[in-house]
C-alpha cells in the first residue's frame, strides 16, 4: 500500500527490543499503519489506523499516534506481515 508505513505493537520497550523480524517475539498481536507525511502541525502526533482495543487483531479506528509512542514500543514491519497479524487493520486500509 502506497503512502502508509506499518508497526507492530509490543507491550514494552524490553519486548519490542528483542525482537527481529524474523522472530517479532512477544508482541500484542496489532498493528499500527501511518500515514507518511500526515503530521499534525504543532505536535509529535500522527494521523494513523489503529487497533482500538488490547487484544489481538482488534478493530481498527482512525486515529492519531504520538511519535514517542512508536519509537518506544513499536518496530516497523513489512506490509507482507500485517496481512497475517492484524487482517483487520489490513482490510481497514485495503478498502
Not at 505493537?9 to 524474523?22: G, L
Not at 504543532?42 to 519509537?71: C, K, W
Amino acid at each position: 500500500m502506497k503512502g502508509i508505513r506499518f508497526f507492530l505493537e509490543y507491550p514494552n520497550k524490553t519486548e519490542k527490543n528483542k525482537a527481529t523480524v524474523k522472530n517479532l517475539g512477544n508482541h500484542s498481536g496489532n498493528c499500527i499503519g501511518i500515514y507518511i507525511g500526515q503530521w499534525i502541525p504543532g505536535t509529535m502526533q500522527i494521523e494513523a489506523a489503529t487497533g482500538i482495543y488490547f487484544h489481538p487483531n482488534s478493530a481498527v479506528a482512525s486515529s492519531s499516534v504520538d511519535y514517542e509512542y512508536l519509537r518506544e514500543r513499536c518496530k516497523r514491519i513489512p506490509e507482507r506481515l500485517v496481512k497475517d497479524i492484524h487482517p483487520e487493520l489490513y482490510n481497514y486500509l485495503k478498502d
